[in-house]
T-cell receptor
């Protein structure tokens, strides 16, 4: 297993366009998270899945953002009608469900989005 | 997370111990304290976590104050590869949601 994989690594898009990012978690990890990180800041929580169920969403996740994890494996994050303020690194993480609510999370390398 | 504060930057000499402080004065009784580090253009990497007791692993030690309002990450012998941004994180006990602090940029001087 090569860890959490995110695709693409970089995306440049024009304002108003839609973009979709993909995250492949570590096999058999049933918890998956999306975070957003702007330059010089720590990551901010966006949303959390346990298997295919989206259990938590941040108020940062506006109506233009949607995340799915249809089969409980890979996940997609879509941003509609992108704005310049959406420019950031989008990080995906996964963790196993060992019965404990706090375990190590494994992060991907992120997708850097630039909206021009 | 406005409730988690860290110094913006610290320096250490190579092979010396490093103590990275974090204040989380409003942490709830069930929130865990995690530390992750991040290299440029990389995702955060797990370092250590704990709830009340001090913790040790192969990477570092975590000292948690008795009142849990602060904690310190201890790197016993800093190496050049330890240069990174270190994040102190408040982790909720329910959904594993992380609230990252602003991070401390550690420079290791050869």
């Amino acid at each position: 297993d090569t860890g959490v994989s995110q695709d693409p690594r970089h995306k440049i898009t024009k304002r108003g366009q839609n973009v979709t990012f993909r995250c492949d978690p570590i096999s058999e990890h049933n918890r998956l998270y999306w975070y957003r990180q702007t330059l010089g800041q720590g990551p901010e929580f966006l949303t959390y899945f346990q298997n295919e169920a989206q259990l938590e969403k941040s108020r940062l996740l506006s109506d233009r953002f949607s995340a799915e994890r249809p089969k409980g494996s890979f996940s997609t994050l879509e941003i509609q009608r992108t704005e310049q303020g959406d420019s950031a690194m989008y990080l995906c993480a996964s963790s196993p469900n060992t019965g404990h609510s706090n375990t190590e999370a494994f992060f991907g390398q992120g997708t850097r989005l630039t909206v021009v | 997370d406005a409730k988690t504060t860290q110094p913006n930057s610290m320096e250490s000499n190579e092979e010396e111990p490093v103590h990275l402080p974090c204040n989380h004065s409003t942490i709830s009784g069930t929130d865990y304290i995690h530390w992750y580090r991040q290299l440029p253009s990389q995702g955060p990497e797990y370092v250590i976590h704990g709830l009340t007791s001090n913790v040790n692993n192969r990477m570092a030690s975590l000292a948690i104050a008795e009142d849990r309002k602060s904690s310190t990450l201890i790197l016993h012998r800093a190496t050049l590869r330890d240069a990174a941004v270190y994040y102190c994180i408040r982790a909720t006990n329910t959904g594993n949601q992380f609230y990252f602090g602003t991070g401390t940029s550690l420079t290791v001087i050869p």
